[in-house]
């Protein structure tokens, strides 16, 4: 039985640690408050004027809602490449498996300023306007080897014998996927689609390089917190945490319906 100085230890340090994390959501939360353009604490006056000039800002919907469409895109095609990738990259044995292991984490390791310059240069010459969309194609070039790699793990644990089970009960190869492998890795699949939601929706050095015309929130937060700073900076902040957390909720009630069709289906 551990003694109560070490749980006393455990404790502070547990809370420690869980303080570091929010204190900085605290901080913005409180920044939204003020009334004045220079961030101080403590402030003399506090007002809610900040989220309604949000709330009442058309500018705030529109990038809301880019990055949103940026972030859901790429959490759907990651999680769709990931599927086949997760299945070469762990599942089955074939020439070249190991070079693909290497090459698919590659971008992983470059600097996002890198990929993201490299690949303004590439438009550039190609003539292609810098938009959303090629945003999303560049989000995925580092997002898709990270959601892979998570599948991967599903199917490190997988049971080889329940596919040779389904091939001895006269399934095909695609119908023992979608009635045996695919069950397997869909906890995989949703926890990858909810990584790549939240890595694009946050992402800014990839974005500042290839979105173009198309601003995201990070985007638009760090111009305005370098140059023009005022309180409604924090309060879309703010707005924008809210619907982060939105979105984990609803990803995380489909994971839960999900798996309670598995266990209604396996009883």
Sequence with gaps: MESRP???ARIVWTTLIVVLLYLPIISIVLASL???????????????????????LELTYDLQWTSLEVAASVAILAAAFAIPGALAFARYEWPG?????KTLLLPIFFPQSVLGLAALVTMSTMGISPSWKTAVFMHLVWVVPIVTMIVSIRLYGFDVAQEEAAFDLGATRFQSFLAVTLPQMMP????????AFLLSWANLPLSAYTSGADSTLPEWLYSRMSTNYAPMVPAVSVLSIVASVFAVVIFQLLRIGWRRHLEERNV
């Design 97 to 101: 498996r190991s070079l693909f292991q």
């Design 188 to 195: 995989g699949i949703v926890s990858g689609a909810l990584f």
């Design 6 to 8: 070490l749980i006393t």
């Design 34 to 56: 003020a009334n004045t353009r220079f961030m101080r604490f403590p402030h003399r006056i506090w007002s809610l004027d900040a989220y309604r000039d949000a709330l009442g």
